[in-house]
């Protein structure tokens, strides 16, 4: 029997890129889980170490510090990312002029790296140099903004970077929702006698339910693996005040030589997203299909 | 036509390939200024030996990405001919089993190195690496100008040092500058526990990591200081680079700086002078005692015997009069040989040289415990930590020493 060539191209076209993936993305994966569970140092051993590596990565302080600020930043970031992108979205949905110039201004940020935002952000965050500064030269002399030095306040200081930088993507998003919403619906709501408030919050945002998801999936991604935006603003300090794990994974694994304690951090951050995504994906396939 | 062109390119880049079996390739991170110019000496020398020098340069991260590179590069079985690698990585990479003993040239080595010094670069009572330069890491930098107006006597212990700096804060300056990342909080650390505890007592607590020196009445003193020097540094110094920090000495912004000297190539490249605009002079306490921090290569084995000729001769190289001399020039470091005459250094290098001699005599040569030449990766990972926190919380003094203790357990 010959297979016609339409069945079996598109499976010989894929299979490199399958092939690539299955290795370079699941089989890394796996070694990384491998290696968690090994004497590793310098250099990969393979020296059995059972939960050994776990141990010492739920006994280490430093953890500890990070997982609280990734959680904090998590949170905080995809909420405000999201509230403000939706309020932007529906600003700009009410057929106003110059909305095309708008758009872009709002969505330009997103265009920017995490490093070119983080160092922007250093620089007017810094109380020497920055905001603080300037508003006191104002002649607000008692005026202090100093969460970018501040221990317990510097998280917070990514929190806005971040929310800066992505809030306008998440305004595009929800905004191509809003424009897929069928408008006689909202008419007919008119018709009812529903004011504004009323349609957009019975009706509109319910049935933007997809784009929550896609926003929230996209946002939670950037929000676990952040790095350079970190790297950038604060250099993890003052101290390792605003460590994150990916912070954490790459300085053990490549700068002090505990690779095995360094896979044991990553495959926590692995396991957090799994936690976090399972549920979601579940839910939507499960209420979509 | 083409074809026949990329036909001759590729066979060329074989026979290129071949010719070239005895080439000397070097993995190191020195891609700025005056360290490329340093560089550059080396394989100069190299090829009026005849050998073929391969520059290996991963610029970035401290080193951390060329370490990387090389990691991949070793457990792929292409390890090259030497890297650049300090301290007790030295030992951690010989442990590995792929570090190559240069015995062959190394003959002399133990009649021209401080025996400290001599001990990093062996594995096994063979010498596996070969040492370039020598920083001092325990040098207090001060402004001049200030200095003068305040009595232009450089503090000899902490109470000078303290008086000094109330004298600095009252004439408007930032006492001290300070770059609040962990590196340097790790530096200015390093020095109080010397100045505090002088050199027996930092090589039981920092090298050793003796529980008894850790857990010690003087380690506790050490944090006390450290938190009375944190109230002489300005809020805005939480991530400022060392080199900005060293500007502000420079302009009078700030009074001074605990810095190594790769400060001195700061003060050098802005026209000024040691004595005139600026002083080095030994943190408080710590006259007598030296904190090396000893940049090195590390000969990895090859099987090639051109190959393992030029290695040694890259070793023989490196270990010269001429190189020493040349390179630390351009790097505003000091020779590692002894013996050397020290007519073109300048004044805080010939006084780094005659205090290293001095010191490797004395007992008072100690490896620098926050630039990597004391204590495994890990274990300085992990009470850099607890420094960086003590600088950056309101963490007592009490806390940091238990915290200390356990760190120092980390392996």
């Given at each position: 029997?010959?297979?016609?060539?339409?069945?079996?191209?598109?499976?010989?076209?894929?299979?490199?890129?399958?092939?690539?993936?299955?290795?370079?993305?699941?089989?890394?994966?796996?070694?990384?889980?491998?290696?968690?569970?090994?004497?590793?140092?310098?250099?990969?051993?393979?020296?059995?170490?059972?939960?050994?590596?776990?141990?010492?990565l739920?006994?280490?302080?430093?953890?500890?510090?990070?997982?609280?600020?990734?959680?904090?930043?998590g949170?905080?970031?995809?909420?405000?990312?999201?509230?403000?992108?939706?309020?932007?979205?529906?600003l700009?949905?009410?057929?106003i002029?110059g909305?095309?110039?708008?758009?872009?201004?709002?969505?330009?940020?997103?265009?920017?790296?995490?490093?070119?935002?983080?160092?922007?952000?250093?620089?007017?965050?810094?109380?020497?140099?920055?905001?603080?500064?300037?508003?006191?030269?104002?002649?607000?002399?008692?005026?202090?903004?100093?969460?970018?030095?501040?221990?317990?306040?510097?998280?917070?200081?990514?929190?806005?970077?971040?929310?800066?930088?992505s809030?306008?993507?998440?305004?595009?998003?929800?905004?191509?929702?809003?424009?897929?919403?069928?408008?006689?619906?909202?008419?007919?709501?008119?018709?009812?006698g529903?004011?504004?408030?009323?349609?957009?919050?019975?009706?509109?945002?319910?049935?933007?339910?997809?784009?929550?998801?896609?926003?929230?999936?996209?946002?939670?991604?950037?929000?676990?693996?952040?790095?350079?935006?970190?790297?950038?603003?604060t250099?993890?300090?003052?101290?390792?005040?605003?460590?994150?794990?990916?912070?954490?994974?790459?300085?053990?694994?490549?700068?002090?030589?505990?690779?095995?304690?360094?896979?044991?951090?990553a495959?926590?951050?692995?396991?957090?997203?799994?936690?976090?995504?399972?549920?979601?994906?579940?839910?939507?396939?499960?209420?979509?299909? | 036509?083409?074809?026949?062109?990329?036909?001759?390119?590729?066979?060329?880049s074989?026979?290129?390939?071949?010719?070239?079996?005895?080439?000397?390739?070097?993995?190191?991170?020195?891609?700025?200024?005056?360290?490329?110019?340093?560089?550059?000496?080396?394989?100069?020398?190299?090829?009026?030996?005849?050998?073929?020098?391969?520059?290996?340069?991963?610029?970035?991260?401290?080193?951390?990405?060329?370490?990387?590179?090389?990691?991949?590069?070793?457990v792929?079985?292409?390890?090259?001919?030497?890297?650049?690698?300090?301290?007790?990585?030295?030992?951690?990479?010989?442990?590995?089993?792929?570090l190559?003993?240069?015995?062959?040239?190394?003959?002399?080595?133990?009649?021209?190195?401080?025996?400290?010094?001599?001990?990093?670069?062996?594995?096994?009572?063979?010498?596996?690496?070969?040492?370039?330069?020598?920083?001092?890491?325990?040098?207090?930098?001060?402004n001049?100008?200030?200095?003068?107006?305040?009595?232009?006597?450089?503090?000899?212990?902490?109470?000078e040092?303290?008086?000094?700096?109330?004298?600095?804060?009252?004439?408007?300056?930032?006492?001290?500058?300070?770059?609040?990342?962990?590196?340097?909080?790790?530096?200015?650390?390093?020095?109080?526990?010397?100045?505090?505890?002088?050199?027996?007592?930092?090589?039981?607590?920092?090298?050793?990591?003796?529980?008894?020196?850790?857990?010690?009445?003087?380690?506790?003193?050490?944090?006390?200081?450290?938190?009375?020097?944190?109230?002489?540094i300005?809020?805005d110094?939480?991530?400022?680079?060392?080199?900005?920090?060293?500007?502000?000495?420079?302009?009078?912004?700030?009074?001074?700086?605990?810095?190594?000297?790769?400060?001195?190539?700061?003060?050098?490249?802005?026209?000024?002078?040691?004595?005139?605009?600026?002083?080095?002079?030994?943190?408080?306490?710590?006259?007598?005692?030296?904190?090396?921090?000893?940049?090195?290569?590390?000969?990895?084995?090859?099987?090639?015997?051109?190959?393992?000729?030029?290695?040694?001769?890259?070793?023989?190289?490196?270990?010269?009069?001429?190189?020493?001399?040349?390179?630390?020039?351009?790097?505003g470091s000091?020779?590692?040989?002894?013996?050397?005459?020290?007519?073109?250094?300048?004044a805080?290098?010939?006084?780094?040289?005659?205090d290293?001699?001095?010191?490797?005599?004395?007992?008072?040569?100690?490896?620098?415990?926050?630039?990597?030449?004391?204590?495994?990766?890990?274990t300085?990972?992990?009470?850099?930590?607890?420094?960086?926190?003590?600088?950056?919380?309101?963490?007592?003094?009490?806390?940091?020493?238990?915290?200390?203790v356990?760190?120092?357990?980390?392996?």
């Amino acid at each position: 029997m010959t297979m016609q060539p339409d069945r079996w191209l598109p499976k010989l076209v894929l299979s490199p890129t399958l092939a690539a993936s299955l290795l370079f993305v699941y089989g890394f994966i796996l070694i990384t889980v491998a290696l968690s569970f090994t004497e590793s140092r310098l250099l990969p051993n393979w020296e059995w170490a059972g939960v050994e590596r776990y141990v010492e990565l739920f006994d280490s302080e430093r953890w500890w510090t990070s997982a609280i600020n990734i959680a904090i930043f998590g949170t905080l970031f995809i909420a405000l990312s999201m509230a403000i992108g939706l309020l932007i979205a529906i600003l700009l949905d009410q057929k106003i002029r110059g909305e095309g110039f708008l758009r872009a201004i709002y969505l330009y940020p997103m265009a920017l790296s995490f490093i070119v935002s983080g160092t922007a952000w250093k620089w007017i965050l810094n109380p020497g140099l920055g905001l603080e500064k300037l508003v006191q030269s104002w002649g607000f002399p008692n005026f202090t903004f100093d969460w970018l030095v501040n221990p317990d306040m510097a998280i917070y200081t990514v929190v806005i970077a971040g929310v800066w930088q992505s809030a306008g993507f998440a305004m595009a998003l929800f905004l191509a929702g809003l424009r897929g919403v069928d408008s006689e619906i909202i008419k007919a709501a008119q018709v009812d006698g529903a004011s504004t408030p009323t349609i957009y919050r019975r009706i509109i945002i319910p049935t933007l339910r997809p784009v929550f998801f896609s926003v929230t999936l996209i946002l939670a991604h950037i929000a676990i693996k952040s790095f350079d935006l970190v790297m950038a603003l604060t250099g993890g300090g003052p101290g390792t005040a605003t460590d994150v794990p990916a912070i954490f994974m790459y300085q053990f694994s490549f700068s002090r030589g505990q690779l095995g304690l360094g896979a044991a951090s990553a495959v926590m951050m692995l396991m957090t997203v799994i936690a976090i995504m399972v549920p979601l994906m579940y839910a939507e396939t499960k209420s979509s299909g | 036509m083409k074809l026949k062109f990329v036909a001759a390119a590729i066979a060329a880049s074989f026979v290129a390939g071949a010719s070239y079996a005895a080439e000397v390739e070097v993995l190191h991170w020195w891609t700025s200024g005056g360290e490329a110019k340093s560089v550059a000496e080396l394989k100069k020398m190299m090829e009026a030996k005849g050998h073929k020098w391969k520059d290996f340069a991963v610029a970035g991260g401290g080193g951390d990405a060329a370490m990387t590179a090389l990691k991949a590069r070793v457990v792929a079985g292409n390890a090259p001919v030497a890297a650049q690698i300090k301290g007790p990585s030295i030992q951690e990479w010989a442990q590995q089993g792929v570090l190559a003993d240069i015995s062959g040239a190394s003959d002399e080595w133990d009649k021209l190195l401080p025996k400290v010094v001599g001990d990093a670069m062996k594995y096994k009572g063979k010498y596996v690496a070969a040492p370039v330069n020598v920083h001092r890491v325990n040098w207090l930098w001060i402004n001049q100008d200030a200095l003068n107006k305040a009595g232009g006597k450089a503090p000899t212990n902490f109470d000078e040092f303290f008086a000094l700096a109330d004298k600095f804060k009252a004439a408007g300056m930032t006492a001290i500058a300070h770059g609040g990342q962990p590196w340097q909080d790790a530096t200015v650390f390093e020095s109080v526990v010397l100045g505090v505890g002088g050199a027996k007592f930092f090589n039981d607590a920092l090298v050793k990591l003796d529980p008894k020196a850790i857990d010690s009445p003087t380690m506790l003193k050490s944090f006390d200081t450290l938190a009375k020097i944190k109230t002489y540094i300005d809020k805005d110094a939480a991530g400022r680079d060392w080199n900005l920090a060293t500007a502000m000495v420079m302009n009078g912004k700030g009074g001074m700086q605990f810095m190594g000297d790769w400060a001195k190539g700061e003060f050098t490249s802005a026209n000024k002078v040691a004595g005139k605009d600026y002083a080095c002079v030994p943190t408080p306490g710590t006259a007598n005692a030296y904190t090396f921090n000893i940049d090195s290569f590390a000969m990895f084995k090859v099987k090639d015997a051109a190959v393992q000729k030029g290695q040694l001769d890259l070793a023989t190289a490196i270990m010269s009069p001429e190189f020493q001399e040349v390179f630390n020039l351009n790097k505003g470091s000091i020779p590692v040989r002894s013996g050397m005459s020290d007519a073109k250094f300048d004044a805080c290098a010939k006084k780094s040289i005659v205090d290293f001699n001095a010191t490797a005599k004395s007992g008072g040569l100690v490896p620098s415990f926050a630039h990597g030449m004391a204590v495994p990766s890990a274990t300085q990972g992990a009470i850099v930590d607890v420094v960086a926190k003590f600088m950056n919380s309101n963490m007592s003094s009490k806390d940091a020493v238990a915290a200390l203790v356990k760190a120092s357990r980390t392996k």
